[in-house]
Every structure is written in C-alpha cells, then in structure tokens.
C-alpha cells in the first residue's frame, strides 16, 4: 500500500515558485546585513541538551524536540528524567547557540563582534495557521557594545533590510524588561512573580484584558494587582515616562533610542513606546523591541538585550543584544499580498530528437544559457504542435527545435 | 562554572571568513543548477521515523538521530522498539525527502521534474576528520524520464556547476547496479547476498583486497567466490563489457552515456567505467555515479538512478535519477587549496564621538553604502592612532572620521 506522503506534522514542503522568492529575499536580506558590517555565522542545528534546557528560553523549552542517546539501554521507570535518555536537541531559536559560538571562538573573534545567523529553528508547537514547527529565522546580534548605539543600528538595520524588500509603513515597538519588571513591582507583585507575570501580560494580544486578569487571579495573585497592573501598562506613555520612579540611566537610553530612530525614519515608518512589550524569552534584561505589520499588526521581527547570557558559558560577563526578522511570516504576507515579482527566469526548452543527440544537444543548450536563458532538454514528440501547448502550460517561455534551423520561438504567441 | 561551549560532538561552527565563501560557492551552484532548468524545493530537516526507517538506506539507517515523541510515558522494557519512543527522525540524505515531496505534490508538477536541493543532512557517524555529524549536499534530481538523456543532463549539469567554483581535471566513475548485481552472481552469489556482497564491496578502498575477502568469508560466503568476484571486476572494462553476458539496453545506456559525456567534456575532466563503483544506498536500481577529485580521490559528487522509490509514496512508480554534490568536501578542499578568493568586503569603520551624533553618523553611513562600503560605527576613543591600528587588526580596510571633514582613507597605508 502507499505510504501517507505528508511531511512531519506542523512542517511543510516548498514549492518551487515560493522557493525563488525566498532566496531572492534571503540574499536581499542577507547583502543588507553585511553592508551594515555584520558577518555571518553559522552554528549546527543541533545543542547539547543541557545548554538548551538551562537557557532561559521561556515558553520555548516546553517545545524542544529532543533527540535519542544513541545504543541507549531503554531500561526505565516511569518518571525517567528526560536527560537519561536524550543528548541533544534541536535548537529553538538563534541567540543561545550564537552565545555558545561567541564564547567557544571568542580568542578569533574581536569586539564589537556584529552576527548575521540565517536558519532554522525547531519548536513543537500546536501547528495552527501561520505558526510552523520548522521556521526561518534571520538574526543580527551586536556582543560587546553595552551604548545604545547598538540598539539603533540593530533597529536601523533591521528596518532598512524590511525596506528594501518592499516593507513599509510598518511599527517598532520598544519598551525596558527594567521598567516591565518596575511596574509589576509597583503595582503589588514581588520580585520572584516578575516573571510568570510577565509571560501572563504578554497573552494581552490573545486573550485580552479580561483574558490577563483572569489569568492572574488564576494564579492566586490579588484582583486589585491584577487590575493595577493593567491601569499603570494603560496609563503609561513615552511622554509621562518620567514622573514613573525608574533608573534615570534606563529611562535617558529608551528615549535616546526612540529619538534617533524617529530622526533616521522620517515618515518611512514608526517607533513608538508600548509598556505591554513583553517578549517571551527569560534571558532579556533590557531593551526590548518587536516590528508589527499590517492592519492585524503582526509582529514580523523582534529582538532585545540579553547580557547575561554568554557569561554562563564565558567566565566573564559579556554584553549582547540582537534582532531577528521571523521570515516565514515576511514570506506569506508577500505571497498573500502579491508584495513581490521575483527574477525573471526565461524557460526555454531544447527539443532534442533521439538520444543520439543528446551530446550535441547539451552543447546548444550551453550556448543558450550564456544568452540568459535557463534550458531544459525535451524529448520531442510526434504530434509538435500538442507538445508545445504542453510545454506552455508547464510554464516553458521558450523554444527551440533542434531539428530545425529557425533559432528561439516564444511560446503562447500564436501568429 | 562556566560550561564547555563546544558545539554538539561531531558538529561544527562556521567563522565568518569560511560563511563567505560558502555562500558564494552555493550561490554560483545554485545558478549553475537553474541555469540548466532545474528548480529549487525545499523540504523539512524532519522525516516521520517510518519512512526513514524503511528506506534501504543502507548503513545510513544505523546512524539516524531519532527524536521522542513528545509527552511520551516512559515506562518501557528493556526491549523496547524504538518506534515506541520516537516518530521523526532527522534526514540521512535528500532523495528520500524528495520523493516523499513528489508523491505530496505530484498534482502540481510537471514531469519531467527537475528538482534542485540544497540542505543539511544529519548522520550519526563517527566523527573522524572531514566527517561530520552535520553536512550540507546540493542535490539535482530528474523525475519521471526513463532515457539515458537524464543521466547525461545531470552529470553534464554537475560537471559544470564544479568547473564554475574552479574545479577541473576529475573523474566521474560510472557503473550500474546491475552490471554489480551480474558480477556478483556471476562469481557464485545468490540473489539474496548481493546487498550485503555490494556493502563489503564497497569498503575496498579503506580495507583493500585482502580486506574485502576477509570481511567475505568471515561472514561465511565460500573464500572461492570471493576471489573471483575480486578477479571478475578487476578484469572488467569499458571495452570488454560486451563480452559480460548482461542485458543489451544495460551496457548500450552505459556505453551511451559515457560516449556523451566524453564528448561534452573534452580534455577537461574524464569519465570511466568503474566495476567496482558500489554506492552505499540500497535504494539504486540502475547506473550510479561518483566524481573523484584530486590525488587521493576525494569522492566530492555521487547519484544515481533509483525507480522504485517514489512507488512506495505513489500508486505508480516513477522514474528518478539524482546527482549529489558534497558540500563541505568541496569547501575543506578549497580551504587547503586557497582556491578561491572571496569577493571582496571594503570594510569600512565610522567613528563617531558621542552617542548624541548616533541618528547623523547612520545617515552619513547610508551614504557611504551607496558607495559600496560594509560599514560599522565605531565609537571613537580619545587616542585615535592606537585605535587605529587597532581597527586594521580587527580586518577594517577604511576608516572615516566622522568629526572631521577629511574624507574616507584606508588603514595601513602609512604616509
């Protein structure tokens, strides 16, 4: 019996059409980056078990496919820890592996360090539309610059990479996981609730208001935080940012930043400064931001400070903040939207006789190619003129039939 | 503690001065391939564990990385099967995930179908240098063509895309599976030894003739038969192949294929009959491939036919032909080479004094992107001649001053 064909639940197969768009945007993207200084790396898509499962990763570890020990003994209880019988896993998202790959070639390496990392990431979750269990991900990372200056030129850089491949028009958010974590404490939460509180604030999108205090109360925290809480992230803007009792420093950079890429963006698009701003990895600890898009402000790149991380595998502390573009949500909002007009390939077939031909047929077929088009060789049929309304609707431009001399015929122009 | 960051055992990182060539050399693959009417799919890095393990992916299938089921009761005997523990698997090879694509998609494509593959593969091997755990091939595949002309259009396609990134002078090696098969038979075999006849075979460039016929009788084939089929493929050329009692259409394809390429290829690389040639797939079913580089012969490409793969997926069976370039031999070979310089990056550091000039110096950094530069801003330090020469350490070429109005200069060139 035939097998079921379809790929691994939650991933997807890419067809050809869609391919030639990626890898144009992908370079797009890619000589962007580079432009702006940033080299690339690339690390496996494999991570020890134990980086991946003490990383910080939030939601995300409950997501690791993880991968069997191998010629393991499967003598086990019921309550086997995971580590006795897996290794490795796959790693759910590019920040934590580029802090392993800072730190394992740091003596090769010179600071400011600026990565460009372009892959893909493993999570498991539930697969609903838009969301894949394999994605893409194009990340730039600054180690080594604790000024803002590398916020702004990761936001610049991000957005000029977003411009250039027909974005605009879309919103930064920025907010500080310091005054996140400030007005938690402010409104009632002690410090060890910052961070399940958070990840709750940051279903708001979801759920909704009611959604989040619901929630919180859930957890046995009182009504009247919950509701405080909601009021402050409400109440709170960039212009009252100052009568909010935070660190001057953090409060002087947020603005800084806001200000020079509100100068660099002209009317081209927006910054602003959102309160809600959570993003749901554990490892922040200071600015964060998130690129939203559209009427249903879908969040198309997100990023922020992280300058514990790489000190958990260095002996010393070491600054770090990046910016990653989600591409498969930039990929079918471009599909969706017709956004984009990828390389023209022009198809040509070579039509070839008998076998016999073949040798003399590939050299025809080279000179062609030097004149721009991409060959195929066809084995003619009897009836031609059938064959080239075939060809026509295999998406073929072009012709050539090599048992005659009449040169390139366009297909589809019927005189 | 600080943890050890070396990345998972048999994987490695990749610098950024590595990433460059890397992604020059697949580019002009890539275009070589499309240039040739090939067209680039994609595909997940995760297989269903059902598929890879009925695959006849020969020694392959003992070095898969299989990953947990998730939420898994781990309550298990000793002797449990692994498909109780695990239901993906991460890919051995490409022509597996190709084939499951064709039967998924096959609605929406043409045959003859000419894919393009460019991707990683993970195979537990063990890590011995030039051997990875983690590699990339770029694969080219036709579908649905039963002549010979799809053996000559991908080695003619393969031979170029490897002329392209500078190299020359190699060797394909040709054989078919079942002129192998004859032989073996031919020597005293029956049907059911010839898989694992061909696998000990196969080993004979690591563990030599006496090896081979060792491995043989050790596992109990009569020594006889081992030293005639060592005898039998040593004696056996392109010339005398038609005294071999095979199948005519056999040893015509094969003889055709290499009068074609030889003629394509001029003086500049060759082809041979190769008896011995094996593959490790099971999967094969007709002519297979290798292309051999340098003074140790290097296998740096492999493919062959394999017709009744994509059966097992569809109701029908397709032909497939496919032809493999392995990615990382041919970057460590330019490595040791220094075959080919990179295009070239003019490095150019903007050094700005205060973060207060941060929104003007990006701007001006704009400016001198248009000109071609990769530029990174760089704060300035109060001795900029030591910072200088620092920056040339660092691999900056230019530099430019952003408080003065002097210009770009280049680093190094001492006046």
């Given at each position: 019996m035939a097998k079921n064909a379809n790929p691994v639940r939650g991933t997807r197969d890419i067809m050809p059409q869609e391919m030639i768009l990626r890898d144009d945007i992908e370079s797009l993207i890619l000589k962007t980056y580079r432009d702006h200084g940033f080299e690339r790396i690339e690390t496996p898509a494999i991570e020890s078990l134990d980086y991946l499962l003490d990383s910080e990763g939030g939601e995300n570890l409950k997501m690791l496919f993880t991968i069997m020990k191998r010629g393991e003994k499967l003598s086990l209880s019921?309550?086997?820890?995971?580590?006795?019988?897996?290794?490795?896993?796959?790693?759910?998202?590019?920040?934590?592996?580029?802090?392993?790959?800072?730190?394992?070639?740091?003596?090769?390496?010179?600071?400011?360090?600026?990565?460009?990392?372009?892959?893909?990431?493993?999570?498991?979750?539930?697969?609903?539309?838009?969301?894949?269990?394999s994605f893409k991900q194009c990340d730039i990372d600054i180690i080594g610059d604790t000024t803002f200056a590398a916020e702004v030129e990761l936001i610049d850089t991000t957005s000029k990479a977003l411009e250039r491949i027909g974005f605009g028009d879309f919103i930064v958010r920025i907010n500080d996981r310091r005054i996140l974590?400030?007005?938690?404490?402010?409104?009632?939460?002690?410090?060890?609730?910052?961070?399940?509180?958070?990840?709750?604030?940051?279903?708001?999108?979801?759920?909704?208001?009611?959604?989040?205090?619901?929630?919180?109360?859930?957890?046995?925290?009182?009504?009247?935080?919950?509701?405080?809480?909601?009021?402050?992230?409400?109440?709170?803007?960039?212009?009252?940012?100052?009568?909010?009792?935070?660190?001057?420093?953090?409060?002087?950079?947020?603005?800084?930043?806001?200000?020079?890429?509100?100068?660099?963006?002209?009317?081209?698009?927006?910054?602003?400064?959102?309160?809600?701003?959570?993003?749901?990895?554990?490892?922040?600890?200071?600015?964060?931001?998130?690129?939203?898009?559209?009427?249903?402000?879908?969040?198309?790149?997100?990023?922020?400070?992280?300058?514990?991380?790489?000190?958990?595998?260095?002996?010393?502390?070491?600054?770090?903040?990046?910016?990653?573009?989600?591409f498969e949500r930039i990929i079918s909002i471009m599909m969706e939207e017709n956004k984009y007009k990828p390389a023209d390939y022009k198809k040509l077939a070579l039509i070839y006789k008998s076998e016999s031909e073949i040798a003399s047929a590939v050299e025809q077929a080279d000179q062609l190619r030097k004149l721009g088009y991409s060959v195929s060789l066809i084995k003619g049929k009897k009836k031609l003129g059938k064959q080239l309304s075939q060809l026509e609707t295999y998406g073929f431009d072009y012709y050539l039939d090599g048992s005659k001399n009449e040169g390139v015929k366009e297909l589809g122009t019927k005189s």
């Open positions: 019921k309550d086997a820890d995971i580590r006795e019988l897996c290794d490795i896993g796959l790693r759910y998202d590019l920040t934590l592996p580029l802090s392993r790959f800072y730190s394992n070639n740091s003596q090769n390496l010179n600071l400011p360090f600026k990565a460009i990392q372009i892959g893909n990431v493993y999570r498991a979750e539930r697969p609903q539309k838009g969301r894949f269990r974590s400030g007005i938690i404490r402010s409104a009632g939460f002690d410090t060890d609730s910052v961070e399940i509180v958070s990840i709750i604030l940051d279903k708001k999108d979801k759920i909704g208001r009611d959604g989040v205090i619901n929630d919180l109360v859930e957890k046995e925290f009182p009504r009247d935080n919950a509701e405080k809480l909601l009021l402050m992230t409400e109440m709170l803007t960039e212009e009252n940012l100052d009568t909010f009792e935070i660190d001057d420093e953090v409060k002087k950079n947020l603005k800084n930043v806001i200000q020079a890429i509100r100068s660099l963006a002209k009317d081209s698009y927006k910054i602003i400064f959102d309160p809600t701003l959570v993003r749901g990895m554990g490892y922040y600890t200071g600015m964060i931001f998130e690129i939203s898009y559209g009427p249903y402000g879908f969040s198309i790149a997100g990023g922020g400070r992280y300058d514990n991380m790489i000190g958990k595998f260095s002996k010393e502390s070491v600054p770090a903040v990046g910016f990653s573009i989600g």
